[in-house]
């Protein structure tokens, strides 16, 4: 006789959105996280701001709502020149691919 799996979708949406699923999403952003502070650049000793977009890097976590729910979590810098550190901003400055390299990092 064959065993047969006959998952629970309502189970398996629960599983989605359980405290231990959302941990490990918040533990994944904290990975991600620590990553891009490790990477982030600082700014040379005259600058007013040095440190402040290494140390400003974030991270949440909490359900998603929608057509389906799940949990999540992420990682973010809410300075004003996060996405010129990011991407470059065309005036010289050139891209530095922070939070793209520390996702880099947490595929591996």
Do not use: C
Request: charged share 25%; aromatic share 10%.
């Amino acid at each position: 006789m064959t065993a047969r799996f006959d998952p629970s979708y309502a189970g398996l949406g629960e599983l989605l959105v359980s405290p231990e699923m959302q941990e490990a999403m918040h533990e994944f952003a904290r990975k991600g996280k620590d990553a891009a502070v490790a990477m982030s650049p600082v700014g040379p000793p005259s600058d007013p701001h040095r440190g402040e977009y290494r140390d400003s890097w974030e991270t949440d976590s909490g359900i998603q709502e929608g057509k389906t729910r799940r949990a999540y979590g992420e990682f973010s810098n809410p300075v004003d020149y996060a996405a010129s550190i990011e991407f470059g901003n065309g005036r010289g400055h050139q891209a530095q691919y922070v939070a793209t390299r520390a996702i880099d990092m947490m595929r591996e």
